[in-house]
């Protein structure tokens, strides 16, 4: 069966990597919109001559006006990075999370389109309950540097479900813990991407505290898996579904391990820990087994392997 499938920050890290898994279906037509805030057309330039597939340079803060026919919408438009998503891009950041989810909410309905959400951990805050599971609500800071991504990410699950409660939307909400791999951006600013590039060019390595929060690193092909088998699941379950690798390292362990792998003799120096910086973080991803058959296949080794790959042909350009 053909398929048109909407996918905002879709030349993001994450959008660009779903981009190219759904386009290998020949029954898929891909619309891929995003303002290129953080994204890049370079993520999917290879795709740009695939008649199934079509960039729109759209902000989703604003209605998307299409005559065509949408099956499928997957919303993934907000900046991740805490460095993209706060300081001055704060308000943005809350606006495209809002009006994002209720523009291509209200696109979803006129189609009756099944919509998924890219939620995240961070709804979860500085989280009291370890590891977290969907039933937890979290403990999130309304004022703080984060808020903006966090309750505007909080805001648009309650706009999700609040449109199926009301209107039948078919919806699906993941929350997305701490994703890497290719197409990430060399600035992103994320702690993956950040070692791995201060490694390569040899400089010292940042740790922001003394290392000692964890984080729960899934490889980006992981995540996808995920994501598709979700909107395909029966539609009664709409999650939300937590989507992360269960193995847990503190900022010290990864920043050891990058150094192995790309420079043993470079130096880790210390910076100050951002506010609201989450002390621990890693998903029980029970449901997402039990629901969708999935658990995460790509080890953290294996899978800096494949992003060093990446990042080395990134930085040779
Ligand atoms: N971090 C770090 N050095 C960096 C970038 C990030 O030590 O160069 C830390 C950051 O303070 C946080 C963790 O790594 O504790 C993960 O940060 P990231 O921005 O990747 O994701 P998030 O905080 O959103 O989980």
């Given amino acids: 069966m053909h398929k048109t499938i909407l996918i905002t920050g879709g030349t993001g890290f994450?959008?660009?990597n779903l981009c190219k898994r759904l386009i290998q279906d020949e029954n898929n037509k891909i619309i891929c919109i995003d303002n290129n805030y953080t994204g890049t057309l370079d993520n999917v330039r290879d795709l740009l001559s695939n008649p199934r597939f079509r960039f729109i340079e759209h902000d989703v803060t604003t209605a998307l006006q299409t005559d065509e026919k949408i099956d499928e919408i997957y919303n993934l438009a907000c900046p991740a990075s805490p460095t993209a998503y706060q300081g001055e891009k704060a308000i943005f950041t809350t606006k495209t999370c809002v009006l994002g989810a209720l523009n291509m909410l209200e696109l979803a309905r006129k189609n009756n389109a099944k919509i998924m959400q890219f939620s995240t951990s961070e709804v979860y805050g500085e989280p009291l309950v370890h590891p977290q599971i969907e039933t937890y609500r979290g403990n999130v800071n309304p004022i703080g540097i984060r808020s903006c991504y966090d309750e505007g990410k909080r805001c648009a699950e309650?706009?999700?479900?609040?449109?199926?409660?009301?209107?039948?939307?078919?919806?699906?909400?993941i929350r997305i813990f701490n994703t890497y791999g290719p197409l990430m951006a060399v600035n992103d600013g994320r702690v993956v991407s950040n070692f791995i590039c201060q490694a390569l060019r040899g400089e010292d390595l940042t740790i922001y505290g003394d290392g000692s929060q964890t984080r729960s690193f899934c490889y980006v092909d992981d995540s996808i898996e995920a994501s598709l088998r979700m909107m395909a699941a029966d539609d009664n379950f709409s999650g939300p579904v937590n989507i992360g690798n269960p193995e847990e390292f503190t900022i010290k362990e990864l920043a050891e391990l990058i150094r192995e792998k790309i420079n043993q003799n470079l130096h880790i120096i210390y910076k100050p820990l951002p506010s609201d910086d989450p002390t621990q973080r890693k998903p029980d991803i029970s449901l997402a087994k039990k629901q969708l058959g999935w658990e995460p296949q790509i080890k953290l080794t294996e899978g800096l392997d494949k992003t060093i790959e990446y990042f080395q042909k990134k930085l040779q350009k």
Avoid: H
């Avoid at 479900?161 to 909400?173: A, S």
């Fill in 14 to 16: 994450i959008g660009s």
């Fill in 158 to 173: 309650s706009l999700f479900f609040d449109y199926n409660r009301i209107y039948g939307v078919k919806i699906k909400v």
